[in-house]
């Protein structure tokens, strides 16, 4: 089944032809990132006037792309081609989710395609699931080897149940995950997530206004001893539910370096960093630990923005060794937003709309992960 995704839940414009869920034949992809570093995050009537822009010229790329591994020749024969499209209905800012919803719909309607609406959470999840490209990051040290992967990925019996942790700016999820479709929510972010947490104390750090993350990961990296180890609180990590809380973490970190400022001795930003993101993945390790073994689960799966994260990455894989279950981490190009993985949900989750009865889909900017 080849599904064309399509991508607009914050300030990227995504659209990407896939085949049977696993094999992506073209992607493209447009973000209006520039834009948003210089209001410090992003304002969501720039973002959706972009996406209204970028929209067509998105769709046209990523089928011209598509077309010769199709033996076709132009757009309109890979719309044609395609069994069914999917799109994003939420979570994100309704502005985007309009563009994209809407866009899709104008599209199923005119070559008469069923379309399947998915939720950009669950998406997440299925960047496990894609076939890791040649070109792609895919054999890279903090990724499974490519023959693991697709062992397991072959024979879904190795696979569910699954525990999933989404990590990103908005959310922090964990959810059972006992088959395509069967999801039950164990607990999540009760304030800020991780990601969000991240990009807060970057801006605090001056090392960025906007999507700040990594460049704390990079500092981090640099400590060469965390003279801080323990100085910072591991909020909720003993607490015998599956919930997060990173408001305390990021009022307590801001509390750090204002204590410096009546001190002769420099701001030492990297030790802060390192203890911040290891205080942080603290959290995630503990939390997933405790869930994996009260859920008999077979595997660990990984997904969101946050995912890209190193020490995260690493720690996860160990976890998954001391534990005896399979551990995926999806490739790093597949962390953050794109419509691959929204094409990839889609064929799992087949839940098609024809195109008679479009007025069905709605974009809905509250949806949970446990929400069809």
């Known amino acids: 089944m080849i599904i064309l995704g399509i991508e607009t839940s914050c300030d990227e414009t995504a659209a990407a032809v896939v085949v049977d869920g696993r094999e992506e034949l073209a992607s493209s992809?447009?973000?209006?990132?520039?834009?948003?570093q210089s209001t410090g995050g992003v304002v969501p009537e720039v973002a959706a006037r972009k996406q209204l822009e970028f929209f067509v010229p998105v769709l046209e790329d990523v089928c011209i792309k598509a077309a010769p591994k199709l033996g076709l020749s132009n757009y309109t024969e890979v719309l044609n081609k395609v069994d069914a499209i999917a799109v994003t209905v939420g979570p994100g800012l309704i502005g985007s989710l309009l563009v994209g919803?809407?866009?899709?719909?104008a599209l199923a309607f005119a070559h008469n395609k069923p379309l399947v609406p998915v939720n950009h959470l669950v998406g997440h999840i299925y960047g496990n699931f894609l076939r890791p490209l040649q070109h792609s990051d895919s054999n890279s040290s903090d990724h499974i080897a490519p023959a693991t992967y697709l062992d397991n990925f072959s024979n879904e019996e190795n696979i569910f149940p699954a525990l999933v942790l989404i990590v990103s700016g908005g959310h922090t999820d964990l959810v059972l995950m006992k088959g395509h479709g069967s999801l039950e929510y164990l607990g999540g972010t009760v304030d800020d997530a991780a990601g969000e947490a991240f990009d807060k104390v970057a801006r605090m750090l001056g090392l960025s206004s906007?999507?700040?993350?990594?460049?704390?990961?990079?500092?981090?990296?640099?400590?060469?001893?965390?003279?801080?180890?323990?100085?910072?609180?591991?909020?909720?990590?003993?607490?015998?539910?599956?919930d997060f809380s990173f408001s305390g973490l990021k009022t307590a970190t801001k509390n750090l370096i204002n204590s410096y400022s009546s001190k002769d001795s420099p701001l030492p930003l990297n030790e802060i960093c390192c203890e911040f993101e290891i205080a942080v993945v603290d959290v995630l390790i503990a939390k997933t630990k405790k869930a994996a073994q009260a859920n008999?689960?077979?595997?660990?799966?990984?997904?969101?923005?946050?995912?890209?994260?190193?020490?995260?990455?690493?720690?996860?894989?160990?976890?998954?060794?001391?534990?005896?279950?399979?551990?995926?981490?999806?490739p790093i190009r597949l962390c953050t937003d794109n419509a691959?993985?929204?094409a990839s949900a889609a064929y799992y989750n087949y839940r098609p709309v024809s195109a008679d009865k479009l007025d069905l889909i709605k974009a809905n900017p509250g949806l949970g992960i446990v929400d069809q």
């Not at 077979?298 to 690493?314: E, M, Y």
Request: with cysteine; net charge positive; aromatic share 4%.
């Open 296 to 330: 008999n689960i077979k595997s660990i799966l990984l997904g969101g923005g946050v995912s890209a994260n190193k020490q995260l990455r690493t720690r996860l894989l160990g976890l998954g060794q001391e534990l005896g279950v399979f551990v995926s981490v999806p």
């Open 101 to 105: 919803v809407n866009g899709a719909k």
């Open 210 to 242: 906007y999507l700040g993350g990594p460049l704390i990961s990079k500092a981090a990296a640099e400590c060469r001893h965390n003279s801080l180890l323990g100085q910072l609180p591991r909020p909720k990590i003993a607490d015998e539910d599956y």
């Open 29 to 36: 992809l447009a973000t209006s990132e520039e834009l948003h």
């Open 340 to 342: 691959i993985y929204i």
